[in-house]
Each structure stands twice: as structure tokens, then as C-alpha cells.
């Protein structure tokens, strides 16, 4: 089993910036792909960046040139730096990743953008 750890949520002023963390723990052994998914009231859960174990990313269209992902492997965690955020981004983030074709969640982190 991994269990996955989201933090760095919180409320923001439109063009402010956040950063969150997954930190994955368990049986870590296997992890490649890690990402970050979010879910906004009243819609569907929709991917915004992930990342392989070779560092490869790619992103959501809505997100390319505000967000980066990254990840520290020695310490099983994945990051996603978020600037000029929007209003449109608030959302609940959540962490996935995958070992071996199997995927697990972490329970998110509520990302507001407000004034």
C-alpha cells in the first residue's frame, strides 16, 4: 500500500501564488508517474500536470506557463508550484500516483482563489 499526503492548500488573492506537496509513503518501491488532478465544485475531476520517473512533464492546457510540477525521488515527493493563479483554479488538488498500473489518491488539498 502508499499512502499519499497532500498539504500546501489555502486561500490566495487572484495572481498569487501557492505551493502544494504530495509526499508519498508505504511501499514506495515502484512509483513511477506521480500527478496532480483537480476538481472544482460541480464539475468532473480533470488531470492538471504529471510527471515520470525520468522527470518528463506535461501539463493541462489551462495551467501551461502559471504551474510546474516536479519531484524530489529521494524523498517520494511531488510538488506543484502554482503561479498567477485565477479564480478558475479553485478547486479541491488531489495527488495520484502509479506503481505498477495501480493507482492511488490522496484525499486533496482545497486551493481557493478569491479576493
Known amino acids: 500500500q502508499v499512502q499519499l499526503v497532500e498539504s500546501g492548500g489555502g486561500l490566495v488573492q487572484p495572481g498569487g501564488s501557492l505551493r502544494l506537496s504530495c509526499a508519498a509513503s508505504g511501499r514506495v518501491f515502484g512509483i513511477n508517474t506521480m500527478a496532480w488532478y483537480r476538481q472544482a465544485p460541480g464539475k468532473e475531476r480533470e488531470l492538471v500536470a504529471n510527471?515520470?520517473?525520468?522527470?518528463?512533464?506535461a501539463y493541462a492546457d489551462s495551467v501551461k506557463g502559471r504551474f510546474t510540477i516536479s519531484r524530489d525521488n529521494a524523498k517520494n515527493t511531488v510538488y506543484l508550484q502554482m503561479n498567477s493563479l485565477k479564480p478558475e483554479d479553485t478547486a479541491v488538488y488531489y495527488c495520484?500516483?502509479?506503481?505498477?498500473?495501480?493507482?492511488?489518491w490522496g484525499k486533496g488539498t482545497l486551493v481557493t482563489v478569491s479576493s
Open positions: 510527471i515520470d520517473g525520468g522527470g518528463s512533464a
Open positions: 495520484k500516483v502509479l506503481k505498477f498500473g495501480i493507482a492511488y
